[in-house]
């Protein structure tokens, strides 16, 4: 049987206490913000079991499938650990990848965060953040931005060969293209994505990325 921990009393003048695992911040603590960076994943877990944080932050900074899978096995231990399930946590990641969004959701993460390569001191991103978190950073609504039809196929550790399902996986999406049309809501207006819909029009959309004959 678990035990769960009765934590002091919050005061309105302590710092928030956020936990940081996969990025390092420039400046350790702001205004009312204490930043707490674990080296490690085990050193990660043992803080977020044995201390009292107000939120858990999980960074992906490099798109290595080995470090994808890592995170969200750990995410994964984090949501069914009964003394982080309830505790407040989101994942940054540097793009808007619709296959790991997906595997995210169904180990129970709820928000994420997109914060792309150069976008500056992620101290600040973070201090910023308001607890509860915004349902901007609603997993959910990153899926329903991204277009459904978009594949994924690895042509090793650190690479991966990204494909319209809509157009029967024929046309290779670039970064300008999946940033200007597949990854974002105006994928609605794409003649290939049109088109597919036209042809299911009663397959849902979430979880569906083939096309049909």
């Given at each position: 049987m678990h035990q769960f921990r009765v934590w002091p009393t919050k005061k309105a003048s302590d710092p928030r206490k956020i936990l940081l695992l996969g990025a390092e911040v420039r400046s350790a603590s702001l205004s009312l913000v204490e930043f707490n960076q674990a080296p490690s994943i085990a050193s990660y877990l043992s803080r977020a079991v044995t201390e009292n944080f107000d939120l858990l932050v999980?960074?992906?900074?490099?798109?290595?499938?080995?470090?994808?899978?890592?995170?969200?096995?750990?995410?994964?231990?984090?949501?069914?650990?009964?003394?982080?399930?309830?505790?407040?946590?989101?994942?940054?990641?540097?793009?808007?990848?619709?296959?790991?969004l997906n595997r995210l959701e169904k180990v129970g993460i709820r928000y994420v965060m997109i914060a792309e390569p150069?976008?500056?001191?992620?101290?600040?991103?973070?201090?910023?953040?308001?607890?509860?978190?915004?349902?901007?950073?609603?997993?959910?609504?990153?899926?329903?931005?991204?277009?459904?039809?978009i594949n994924y196929t690895p042509l090793n550790?650190?690479?991966?060969?990204?494909?319209?399902?809509?157009?029967?996986?024929?046309?290779?999406?670039?970064?300008?293209?999946?940033?200007?049309?597949?990854?974002?809501?105006?994928?609605?207006?794409?003649?290939?994505?049109?088109a597919q819909e036209k042809r299911v029009p009663a397959t849902p959309r979430r979880g569906r990325h083939q096309c049909q004959p």
């Open positions: 999980l960074c992906l900074s490099a798109r290595v499938h080995q470090e994808r899978d890592a995170l969200v096995e750990l995410c994964g231990i984090l949501r069914t650990n009964p003394h982080t399930r309830e505790k407040p946590l989101i994942v940054l990641l540097p793009e808007r990848h619709r296959e790991l150069g976008s500056g001191d992620l101290s600040h991103h973070l201090a910023a953040l308001d607890l509860p978190l915004s349902d901007a950073y609603r997993v959910e609504g990153l899926l329903m931005e991204v277009c459904p039809f550790s650190c690479r991966e060969l990204i494909l319209c399902g809509a157009y029967r996986n024929r046309l290779v999406l670039g970064p300008y293209r999946l940033a200007q049309r597949c990854e974002v809501p105006a994928h609605l207006t794409c003649e290939y994505y049109q």
